[in-house]
């Protein structure tokens, strides 16, 4: 079949009823379309509408695919079959842009609202406008895309003279490249969601302004080929939302929509791959959650999630999800590797859904993106090496960590359970942390009960904060290189005297380090060492006869070293020996009252 310079073509199934196995353009031969050609195609009401070449399929520099998702079924797409090579050249598009759900309409719809609309939902949560707080809701599968962006909110107003309204906008397009051969993507494949427009009207009785619709969400792309080459796009990009005038009537961005590709061999392809979420009309609203993108590489047997927010910044994130499975049903899927970039942020939403890595994979990124929680990660089997943010909600949200774990300039804030907690690394400066706060736990203990089964290490001004009645480290502890570590047990309860922080061996402090223990009872099982101009303060928590055990209680050697500071305000203390070197040590229980003779 060849469509020469120029010549232009549209295939519309849609009339046709009874299509139930679809539409479909079949030749045996090649699929050829010469520069400046343009094809439309539209899907049909079910399955879709199918390009089926039995050898190449080719399009030039300056052709263009137009593909229509069907207006009110977004899983009716369009696909490109070929059964050797398809080739996209520098210049040529295959577009869906603003082609698949209408505004307003959408498994992940945005809302109406009488200033700004929100933005349609995808691969993430649309973003949400000036008066509407709900996004349109992520949809759609990770793993196989096939599902239009939504369309967007609109807005509507009725004052003075009588109604007027902006329309939401389209999301884009779906499509599905079947590839027997070479994919060669040089050129686009853009299935972008459609920018937020504007009304002029009344707003407010007789006076006159701007309202906006939110951004259409991105739609999917789905590619399988036996090799994938190229230096192009593929795009599935929300749109942004609109934010005309000066009253900040601001609409949501739309959401990024899922790309997801399968091949034996990807290693020559250098194209970019987009997903982002589209910027918020103004500063009155949000922008849209990224989307997906999913790689399986059978030559590697490497299975990679990306989630790219090209740094823009939003409340809502890209979802974890497939179709066809409810809240409460049991769902598992497997990565060699998560990569998060760019405030490009990830939510696993539901407590029965989990995550694994695989044996050495790895939770990557640039330290800028955050995984949300609330079901269970598995990366017991990682590199150990944690390079995004991660936040454990409570409730179902729970990280089980490898051995040893290392957070490098990224936060681990636990209000849920970390289990298999062993040897622990905070490092990477002040970003670095470990934060369990009073809900969490590690497995097989209470809410606000921590046990570390190996060693605790802060370094590099990293720190590590314990908001938890009851901790307990089976290994080694060192604070170094103006790191912090703080236990704070703090209005966690009336029963202060059951407060304990447990450190079963040597704990070291030191190169301008601090350690706040805000704690009724401290034990070192050895030695404790502070130096370097570091400081331990020990300041016990609760009232009265609570502190009469207020202790800091150390087995081995009490060393103070090089204008090192340690301050301790129980009522006791202990040590089989103390070593004090041009340091400071303050014994101070006066705030106690009688309780100061248990000294």
């Known amino acids: 079949a060849l469509f020469d310079s120029a010549s232009t073509m549209t295939f519309d199934p849609r009339p046709i009823s009874g299509l139930t196995g679809g539409a479909h353009l079949t030749t045996g031969v090649d699929w050829l379309m010469r520069t400046s050609a343009a094809v439309t195609l539209f899907a049909a009401s079910s399955n879709g509408t199918w390009i089926e070449a039995g050898r190449d399929s080719i399009l030039d520099a300056a052709t263009t695919l137009n593909v229509y998702t069907h207006s009110s079924n977004g899983g009716s797409n369009v696909g490109v079959s070929a059964g050797r090579n398809l080739v996209l050249a520098v210049g040529a598009t295959v577009q869906g842009t603003g082609r698949g759900y209408a505004g307003g309409s959408g498994p992940g719809a945005g809302v109406l609202g009488g200033f700004g609309g929100s933005g349609g939902g995808h691969g993430g949560e649309g973003g949400t406008s000036y008066d509407v707080g709900t996004p349109g809701p992520a949809a759609g599968s990770v793993l196989r895309p096939a599902l239009a962006g939504s369309g967007s909110g609109g807005a509507s107003r009725n004052q003075c003279s009588g109604p007027f309204s902006v329309a939401g906008v389209p999301g884009g397009s779906a499509v599905r490249l079947v590839v027997g051969g070479v994919a060669n993507i040089s050129g686009v494949v853009r299935m972008d969601g459609s920018v937020g427009q504007t009304a002029y009207g009344y707003v407010s009785g007789c006076t006159y302004g701007y309202i906006n619709s939110g951004g259409g969400a991105g739609g999917s792309i789905l590619l399988e080929c036996s090799k994938l080459i190229g230096s192009g ?27 997801a590709v399968y091949s034996g061999d990807m290693s020559a392809w250098g194209g970019s791959l987009l997903v982002y979420g589209g910027a918020r009309g103004g500063t ?18 490497r299975r990679r999630l990306l989630v790219d927010g090209n740094s823009v910044s939003s409340g809502r994130w890209a979802w974890l999800m497939e179709p066809g499975y409810t809240s409460s049903q049991n769902l598992t899927w497997t990565f060699d590797s998560i990569e998060l970039t760019r405030l490009g942020n990830l939510l696993l939403p539901y407590a029965a859904w989990s995550t694994l890595l695989a044996p050495s994979g790895s939770l990557g990124g640039d330290r800028t993106s955050t995984f949300y929680l609330k079901g269970r990660f598995n990366a017991s089997r990682s590199d150990g090496l944690v390079r995004s943010n991660v936040y454990v909600y409570g409730s179902g949200g729970m990280i089980d960590v490898a051995d040893p774990t290392t957070l490098d300039g990224v936060s681990l804030r636990v209000y849920g359970e970390l289990s298999q907690a062993a040897n622990v690394f905070v490092t990477g400066g002040t970003s670095g942390k470990l934060q369990v706060y009073s809900s969490g736990f590690t497995s097989g203990l209470a809410a606000g009960n921590v046990r570390l089964l190996g060693s605790l290490s802060a370094n590099s001004s990293s720190g590590v904060e314990l908001y938890s009645r009851w901790v307990k480290v089976d290994g080694s502890v060192s604070v170094q290189g103006g790191a912090s570590m703080s236990v704070d047990q703090t209005g966690l309860g009336a029963n202060a005297s059951d407060f304990a922080a447990l450190f079963e061996r040597d704990v070291t402090v030191g190169s301008a380090a601090t350690m706040t223990l805000k704690v009724t009872r401290v034990s070192v099982g050895d030695w404790l060492q502070l130096n370097g101009g570091s400081t331990l303060t020990h300041q016990p928590v609760g009232l009265g006869t609570q502190l009469s055990g207020a202790s800091l209680s150390v087995g081995g050697e009490l060393r103070l070293l090089q204008l090192s500071t340690l301050s301790s305000y129980g009522t006791n203390m202990a040590a089989s020996s103390l070593l004090v070197s041009n340091s400071t040590l303050t014994l101070d229980a006066t705030s106690y009252g009688s309780a100061a003779s248990g000294r």
């Open 233 to 259: 796009t593929m795009s599935a990009v929300g749109g942004a939302g609109s934010g005309t005038g000066t009253n900040g009537y601001h609409g949501g961005g739309g959401s990024g929509g899922r790309v």
């Open 284 to 301: 009155n609203a949000d922008a849209g959650g990224p989307g997906t993108v999913y790689l399986e590489e059978a030559s590697s047997g």
